[in-house]
C-alpha cells in the first residue's frame, strides 16, 4: 500500500486513438485515488473512455501520458515479466461478455489462473489445492452443481458468476469490472451486484464501470468520466 492508504493512484492518465488521419483523444487528464476495500462505480456515457481506463489500471493497456501505481509502485516502471505477474496476481478482471473458454469445463475456467501463474512442475505440486480453491469460490456462488458443464450450457448469470470465480481465483488485491451487468437483465444484474456487495463487505476492493448510474448507486463511491477527466468525486463514503 502506498503511505497514504491508497491501493491504486491514477494521476494526469493521457490516451488517446489514432483513426486514420485523425487524433481521438479519450482521456485527457484522469487522476483517480481508490483506498484498500472500496468499492467505486466510474459511470460515464458510452463512449467517455470507461474500458480504456480500466484496462490502463489493470495494466492490460498503457497511457500516453501519467501514472498508474499499485501500492506505491509505478507501473510503467515494470518490464513485461513483472507486468505479467501484476495482471495474474493482483488484479482480478471481470468483462461485459465473460470471456470464458467454452472448450474448458466451469471448473478449469476458475482454475485457470491458478495454471498459468506456474511453471508446468508448479503446476503438478499445487493442483489439488488449486481446484480445491476453485470447488470451494464456485460453491460460494452456487455453482456447485456446474462445475462440470461447460459455459455455453449456463445462463448469462451463472457465466458471469464464474468469470467473478475466475476472477478470485488468484485472491486479487483489486477487482476491476467492466460493465460486469451490461449483458444481463436487471433482476440477474442485482444479483451479480449483491455478489460484489458481498464480497466488497468481505474486504475485497472493487472499482467497477457502468453506464447505468441506477447500479453504480451500489458501490460506495460514485465517480463521473466525462470529457476525458474524472467530472466529480461523489461525496458519499
Ligand atoms: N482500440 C481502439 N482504437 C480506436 N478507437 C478506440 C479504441 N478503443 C476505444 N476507442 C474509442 O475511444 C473512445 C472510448 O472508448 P471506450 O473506452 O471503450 O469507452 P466506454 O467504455 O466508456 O464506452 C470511443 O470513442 C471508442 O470508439
Ligand atoms: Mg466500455
Not at 484496462?55 to 509505478?74: M, N, Q, T, W, Y
Not at 512442475?121 to 469460490?137: E, H, Q, V
Not at 451486484?193 to 464480497?199: A, G, I, M, P, S
Amino acid at each position: 500500500m502506498s503511505k497514504d492508504g491508497f491501493i491504486l493512484q491514477a494521476e494526469g492518465l493521457y490516451k488517446s486513438y489514432r483513426m486514420g488521419e485523425a487524433k481521438v483523444s479519450v482521456l485527457k487528464g484522469v487522476d483517480l485515488a481508490v483506498r484498500k476495500s472500496e468499492f467505486v462505480a466510474i459511470v460515464g456515457a458510452s463512449g467517455s473512455g470507461k474500458s480504456t481506463l480500466l484496462h490502463i489500471l489493470g495494466a492490460l493497456d498503457r497511457p500516453e501520458k501519467g501514472i498508474v501505481s499499485f501500492e506505491g509502485r509505478d507501473l510503467s516502471r515494470m518490464g513485461e515479466r513483472e507486468l505479467n505477474k501484476f495482471r495474474n496476481k493482483m488484479v482480478g478482471f471481470v468483462f461485459q461478455f465473460y470471456h470464458l473458454l467454452d472448450e474448458l469445463s466451469v471448473l478449469e475456467n476458475v482454475f485457470l489462473p491458478a495454471m498459468a501463474s506456474k511453471s508446468v512442475f508448479g503446476w503438478l505440486g499445487s493442483r489439488r489445492w488449486a481446484r480445491d480453491r476453485a470447488r470451494a469460490l464456485l460453491s460460494e456462488l452456487g455453482l456447485s452443481e456446474r462445475a462440470n458443464h461447460k459455459p455455453y450450457q449456463l445462463s448469462g448469470g451463472e457465466r458471469q458468476r464464474v468469470a467473478i470465480g475466475r476472477a478470485l481465483m488468484n485472491e486479487p488485491r483489486i477487482l476491476l469490472a467492466d460493465e460486469p451487468t451490461g449483458n444481463l437483465d436487471s433482476a440477474t444484474g442485482n444479483d451479480i451486484l449483491k455478489v460484489f456487495e458481498r464480497l466488497n463487505k468481505a474486504g475485497q476492493t472493487i472499482v467497477m464501470v457502468t453506464h447505468d448510474e441506477r447500479i453504480a448507486q451500489k458501490a460506495g463511491r460514485i465517480v463521473t468520466l466525462a470529457d476525458g477527466k474524472i467530472k466529480r468525486e461523489g461525496a458519499e463514503a
